[in-house]
């Protein structure tokens, strides 16, 4: 029989850097698993991601157990690590800060498509490019 679901929370932690403070303790605390399990879990998965923001999805049930899966980190997290910059423009639309490839886009794209709600890679790319173009790239051929 299937274990029945108590809650399921959504964090986006910094990959190989979960501890019991906030916000993994404040967010799995009142639902009372073994936190240091989790940190413990979750730093053992992504060991290998360090400095990459990895959204996980928890799902804690009522006998106390969890699991949870990892997803790909955010598309501009993912920009930013392909165009070497620190953050987005802060006047987005008159400040162009950087410029980012068809080619960056397209690979951009393929590693998030799982994330996504499209199966297409036009929509994908398109997606992208609407993140890149928020955060104040130029989008060059």
Do not use: W
Not at 16 to 39: E, Q, R, W, Y
Not at 47 to 76: A, C, H, Q, W
Not at 127 to 138: C, D, H, N, Y
């Amino acid at each position: 029989m299937a274990k029945k679901i108590k809650i399921v929370v959504k964090l986006a932690i910094m990959a190989g850097s979960a501890n019991p403070a906030p916000p993994v303790g404040t967010a799995l605390g009142p639902h009372g698993i073994k936190i240091m399990d989790f940190c413990n879990e979750f730093n053992e998965k992504t060991k290998d991601m360090k400095g990459s923001l990895i959204p996980s999805v928890i799902t804690i049930y009522e006998d106390r157990s969890f699991d949870f899966f990892l997803k790909k980190p955010p598309v501009s997290d993912m920009i930013k690590k392909a165009t070497g910059i620190e953050k987005g423009s802060g006047t987005t639309g008159r400040e162009k800060i950087a410029k980012i490839t068809d080619a960056q886009i397209t690979k951009i794209a393929q590693d998030k498509m799982d994330d996504l709600n499209t199966k297409d890679l036009e929509a994908a790319k398109r997606m992208v490019i609407g993140t890149a173009k928020s955060m104040g790239l130029e989008i060059t051929k």
